[in-house]
């Protein structure tokens, strides 16, 4: 009996210890935090994770463009690359939080769509970032890199680049079937001036969009053929493992290695040299043109529709007659991540 | 006969015998806990088992309820060969036993224990196919075998872990009490009693004794042994080394086989003394 | 009906309910719920509350497995992966033609035959949980990216996204995906506190040799755990398909370790035998409430991450003290 009443009462304390500790870390939060008033625009943003850096750039972008506006922003994210339930459950709380709109970089094209309508229908402007959803018009709009036109950017600067060297080509690509891959890399083959099947493509490597694949791949590729003068890359961190690949082939500086992106790294790659031109795109903008779209609608119930390029420019510090390019300098102040 | 070929004397009983075996042999690696053992009980007796730590005993009753499967060696129940692959076919066959660790699930309460492995079930669709427990059924029997035995605990609904040693052993000997048929075989019950509760366990061993159910008693309470037994089969090495009667060799004899001190003479025949030489 | 009985019938159950092991965390979550209605009113709202059933659907439904597997003393490292894989086959069969029916059934199955190869690796050679469902965990994730050559797809069958349509009740929504999830609830209940199997399942966690000892055949009951398990992270995923529409071999990565904290802070002791399904409902209840709560008062939701782990520590916690009072 006794022992019966010493486990329950062991129970109940832990219990209350263990709520108070919860109302107190709750408390400073809401300290720090504030009260979100009944009539304060809440801007929502679902990103695919909270560690990419990609995705680190566009939620300060966010944070600091809400609070240059005067309206709340709720930042949510997945867990992981392919978390779909975690970006719904994410959009279904931001419905009931009362935001005015919600920014979102869709994990999948297709995954995320009920959830979407759902929103839309309770009078919330949903603009996808960065990725589209398919079909595209899921959405109010979509603000984004156009990936075809990224791709005919590097295309271009690398068929200049060669000259009238005969291109042999190597293509790094990041997941087959992806909707950024394929634009990527049938907008590089138009601006290198190639057709899909061409016999000056040596081959293609799928990278996953990650340094340790791209180096096997350019490895592989490299052994099928030597000749190769040309390289493809989905983004940086492919390209910085094709670099390696090219440097244990000693053929670093006989090939016109090139890429997409813009983080950082990627930028002091090609201040280093090691890639010769990069293509940059500009996640903090479609982050705070995101939120200055959602306080228009708020104001106005003006709202953007169709897709809205955020831009991109090729960083290269050896520029080419009849190309535009930034430099280094400006590309490492408009960099993303570190 | 088994007992002359082991080279032990052996003290005859009036009745016939339930359960016997014959040259059991256990090996755990390179330990041999039974090494050739041999062992009878008849019918209506208290058999004590006694021996030092790690003789065997306990390792001769698991073979005996099929909770270890001898290496070779035979098992005879009412003269007929069985062969248990688990404790469940001893069960079966109305042998319970107290093992040394008890074998009680202490997060669960006392009438789960008691039905732990045959719980009741409710009668009818709910009982056979839905197979549901009978809760209030299994509770009111352990609580009426409980008063029987006059175990004082606290409630028939506690866990098992919030009870004294004492009273843990006391429901591992009410479910044996409970629920043989045959025999029971208990390893050790009142290791951790004290001097009241130990009263009342052998009590209830003379209780299912009057059932005229026999008993194997394992303890190394010598007294407790002489006050209770009938027959004590003495264990050493994994052998059986004697059986001898309470009423002809004293507490000193006893012990001074078990430890080998003293060396055990062929009988001449199934007399009823052992000789001992020291 | 004479007083006294009465009384003491009336204090037994009063006695009863603190000591059942669910109403720690009843209390946590009925604090939550009173301190994020205080801070925003919408925390309230029935159509709130009803998307917080309809996001507890998944992981609440694993959890159900799971609990099942953690009360005998084991872990499954490869409930996700084996919802993922029903996700898939179900998917891909339907896509290809096959009537959706057939086409859920064989993904159930399939899931079931994976809780048959872990159950039996772990009741017939002895194989330690953690190790055998690591090891089912890696295969199926592998073997699901090879399929699927690495990517989603969307379903739009109408029978396997069934479970997301709705009914009303008082304004309150629910999904019928919510509704099998309750009943799956209910029903395991029964079977754990109700029926010797249940009651089996609880000796064999708390004293495996004590178990087998009394005679109960306990290879055989933790293979019927483990393939009971299976079936119901089978039937999650025609409820994750009624959820979102769309199967992607990506998905439920960290199913395995949400389930593990909606049962551990739901009450259930990761040594085994103790603990219940009413705790991993209201468990995973406080995980959504959380989440959904510092949505709504637009706190970062790391501040969830950060409670949820001491919740799971306080719970582990107060798990060893009891058990070690005892
Ligand atoms: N599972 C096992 N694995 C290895 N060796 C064992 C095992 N069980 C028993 N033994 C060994 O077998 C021998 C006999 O052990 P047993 O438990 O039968 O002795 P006992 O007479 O019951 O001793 P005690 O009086 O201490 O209970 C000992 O040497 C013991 O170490
Ligand atoms: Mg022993």
Redesign the pocket.
């Given at each position: 009996m006794s022992s019966l009443r010493i486990s329950t009462d062991v129970r109940s304390g832990t219990v209350a210890r263990s709520t108070a500790a919860g109302l107190v870390i709750f408390g400073t939060a809401f300290a720090v935090t504030g009260h979100a008033s009944a009539d304060e625009v809440i801007v929502g943003l679902v990103t695919k994770t909270e560690v990419n850096p990609f995705f680190v750039k566009m939620r300060q972008a966010a944070e600091e463009e809400a609070k240059a506006k005067g309206v709340k922003l709720i930042a949510r994210a997945g867990k992981f690359d392919g978390d779909n339930e975690g970006q719904v459950t994410a959009i279904e709380d931001l419905i009931s939080a009362g935001a005015k709109g919600i920014l979102v970089t869709p994990n999948n094209s297709t995954g995320m769509l009920g959830v979407i309508k759902k929103a839309r229908e309770a009078g919330v402007l949903v603009i996808a970032l960065d990725t589209a959803t398919d079909p595209a018009d899921a959405v109010d709009a979509t603000f984004a890199t156009d990936n075809f036109q990224a791709g005919v950017q590097q295309g271009a600067y690398a068929r200049k680049a060669l000259g009238d060297k005969k291109p042999v080509l190597a293509m790094l690509d990041g997941t087959p079937g992806g909707t950024v891959d394929t634009f990527r890399h049938n907008g590089y083959l138009k601006g290198f001036g190639l057709a899909e099947g061409d016999p000056a493509i040596a081959g293609s490597a799928i990278t996953n969009g990650a340094q340790d694949k791209g180096q096997v791949g350019m490895e592989n590729l490299l052994s099928k053929n030597g000749d190769i003068n040309a390289v493809y890359t989905i983004n940086e961190p492919a390209a910085a493992g094709a670099y390696a690949a090219l440097k244990s082939f000693g053929k670093e500086a006989d090939v016109m290695l090139t890429s997409i992106d813009g983080g950082c790294a990627g930028v002091r790659n090609v201040k280093a040299g090691q890639i010769a031109a990069t293509v940059m795109q500009f996640p903090y903008k479609m982050a705070a043109n995101g939120v200055d779209a959602v306080v228009e609608y708020a104001a106005s119930g003006k709202k953007p529709s169709g897709f809205v390029n955020t831009g991109s420019f090729l960083i290269t510090d050896k520029p080419i007659a009849g190309i535009d390019s930034k430099d280094t300098e400006w590309g490492l102040k408009n960099c993303w991540g570190d | 006969m088994a007992a002359a070929a082991s080279g032990a004397p052996v003290v005859t009983a009036p009745a016939g015998v339930i359960l016997e075996a014959r040259n059991l042999v256990k090996r755990?690696?390179h330990?041999t806990?039974l090494d050739g053992v041999d062992f009878e009980l008849r019918s209506g007796e208290i058999l004590a088992v006694v021996?030092?730590?790690?003789?065997?005993?306990?390792?001769?009753i698991?073979a005996l309820t099929g909770a270890l499967i001898p290496d070779s060696g035979e098992i005879l129940l009412d003269g007929q060969p069985v062969h248990f692959k688990g404790p469940l076919d001893a069960r079966k066959l109305g042998i319970e036993t107290v093992y040394?660790d008890l074998a009680v699930a202490a997060a669960l309460d006392i009438s789960s224990n008691l039905f732990l492995g045959r719980e009741r079930r409710r009668p009818g669709f709910l009982g056979n196919v839905l197979r549901m427990l009978d809760k209030k059924g299994m509770r009111a029997e352990a609580e009426r075998s409980m008063a029987d035995l006059k175990f004082h605990l606290p409630s028939i609904g506690s866990a098992v872990e919030s009870l004294s040693g004492g009273q843990r052993q006391g429901v591992a000997v009410a479910r044996a009490a409970l629920f043989a048929k045959k025999l029971a075989i208990m390893?050790?019950p009142t290791a951790a009693l004290g001097v009241r509760e130990t009263g009342q366990v052998l009590d209830l061993i003379r209780a299912i004794r009057q059932r005229g159910l026999p008993v194997v008693l394992?303890s190394?309470n010598m007294p407790n042994v002489f006050e209770i037994a009938d027959r004590i089969h003495i264990?050493r090495l994994?052998r059986r080394a004697a059986v001898v009667s309470p009423k002809t060799h004293t507490m000193a004899d006893v012990v001074a086989i078990m430890t080998g001190a003293a060396k055990v003479e062929e009988p001449a025949s199934s007399g009823l003394r052992a000789s001992i030489t020291t | 009906m004479n007083s006294p009985s009465a009384l003491s019938s009336g204090r037994s159950i009063a006695k009863k309910v603190i000591g059942t092991p669910s109403v720690g965390p009843l209390l946590v979550l009925l604090a939550f719920g009173v301190i994020f209605s205080l801070t925003n009113p919408r925390f309230l709202a029935t159509q709130n509350l009803s998307i917080i059933l309809q996001q507890t659907v998944i992981i609440g439904t694993l959890a159900i497995g799971q609990t099942l597997i953690i009360l005998t003393a084991g872990i499954d490292l490869a409930v996700g992966a084996i919802c993922v894989l029903g996700t898939i086959l179900a998917g891909k069969l339907a896509n290809s033609g096959y009537d959706p029916v057939l086409a859920m059934a064989l993904a159930v199955l399939a899931c079931t035959a994976a809780g048959v190869a872990a159950g039996g690796l772990i009741a017939g050679l002895r194989l330690p949980p953690f190790i055998v469902t690591l090891g089912i965990l890696g295969i199926i994730t592998a073997a699901l990216r090879l399929i699927s050559a690495g990517g989603a797809f969307s379903v739009t069958d109408a029978f396997l996204g069934w479970t997301g349509n709705t009914i009303r009740l008082n304004g309150f929504i629910l999904t019928y995906g919510v509704i099998i999830m309750l009943l799956l609830y209910g029903l395991i209940w029964f079977l754990l506190n109700q029926t010797q199997w249940g009651r089996h399942v609880y000796a064999v966690g708390n004293n495996p040799e004590a178990a087998r000892l009394v005679g109960i055949p306990v290879g055989r009951l933790l293979l019927s755990v483990y393939v009971l398990a299976a079936f119901i992270y089978g039937i999650a995923a025609w409820l994750a398909l009624g959820r979102i529409p769309n199967a992607d071999p990506n998905a439920l990565q960290t199913a395995n370790l949400d389930s593990i904290t909606a049962v551990v802070i739901g009450g259930t002791s990761l040594f085994g035998g103790r603990g219940g399904l009413l705790g991993t409902l209201i468990g995973a209840l406080i995980v959504g409430v959380l989440r959904n709560g510092l949505t709504l008062a637009g706190i970062d939701p790391l501040w969830q991450d950060l409670i949820t782990g001491i919740l799971v520590i306080v719970a582990v916690a107060l798990d060893q003290l009891t058990r070690g009072k005892r």
């Open positions: - | 755990y690696g330990v806990a021996g030092d730590n790690g003789a065997g005993k306990s390792s001769l698991k040394q390893d050790e394992i190394h264990m994994g | -």
